[in-house]
């Protein structure tokens, strides 16, 4: 696609209940990076996919989360048993290959409510 | 481990004035990076800094990277209404594999 998407754009969920969240990268963009942003705060990283495998899983906060990327493109971010702490806005992004120099380019987000 | 901060956290200026926003790494940068976030949106890509002392421009943007490629800035001449935003600087996350970490932001207000 022309460029990054991600759905839903806004979740709201209960306490308890397990989301998923979509991203559709960059067509041809092998690399992709998940984050968090929490309101007025800055990104966090999440975890980032180089082809299908997520060398980098640092960022996930607790072993509730976890990502999956098939065939090299779509990826999903599923938090299971959400807490009103997850509440934040999930960014994906994608770039052409994962490399320090290499321009990121990001979705709307999706703007999760745990209520 | 590795942060990078940015001063100030919010910034309200008249329409017309400069704005400058400030970002320091605990770390040695291979490069720095720009992005602009406008309320409700997302991060777009602005500039990157490669080289120690770079300065670029566009328009009324100047970047510039650090001589120890551990600080930046962003300076906006003459801020229009258009500026208002988040501006975030973002540099590798260890190794080379596009991982950034991301300043805290600076977010422009600007009164007409």
């Known amino acids: 696609g022309a460029g990054v998407s991600q759905s839903p754009s806004n979740k709201v969920t209960e306490k308890g209940k397990d989301v998923e969240l979509r991203c559709d990268p960059i067509s041809g963009h092998t690399a992709l990076y998940w984050y968090r942003q929490s309101l007025g705060q800055g990104l966090e990283f999440l975890i980032y996919f180089q082809g299908n495998s997520a060398p980098d899983k640092s960022g996930l906060p607790s072993d509730r989360f976890s990502a999956e990327r098939t065939g090299g493109s779509v990826s999903t971010l599923t938090i299971q048993r959400t807490q009103q702490e997850d509440s934040a806005v999930y960014l994906c992004?994608?770039?052409?290959?994962?490399?320090?120099?290499?321009?990121?380019?990001f979705g709307a987000g999706t703007r999760l409510s745990v209520l | 481990g590795q942060q990078v901060m940015q001063i100030p956290q919010y910034q309200h200026v008249q329409e017309g004035e400069d704005f400058t926003t400030y970002c320091n790494s605990s770390?040695?940068?291979?490069?720095i990076q720009w992005y602009k976030q406008r309320p409700g949106g997302h991060p777009v890509f602005l500039i990157q800094?490669?080289?120690?002392?770079e300065v670029k421009k566009q328009k009324r943007l100047t970047f510039q990277f650090g001589e120890a490629k551990k600080n930046s800035s962003l300076h906006i001449t003459a801020t229009q209404t258009t500026d208002v935003g988040t501006y975030f600087c973002a540099g590798p996350r260890g190794g080379n594999t596009g991982k950034l970490i991301f300043g805290q932001g600076t977010t422009l207000q600007v009164k007409p």
């Open positions: 770390t040695t940068l291979s490069n």
């Open positions: 800094l490669v080289k120690s002392g």
């Open positions: 992004a994608s770039s052409l290959i994962g490399a320090a120099k290499n321009i990121q380019y």
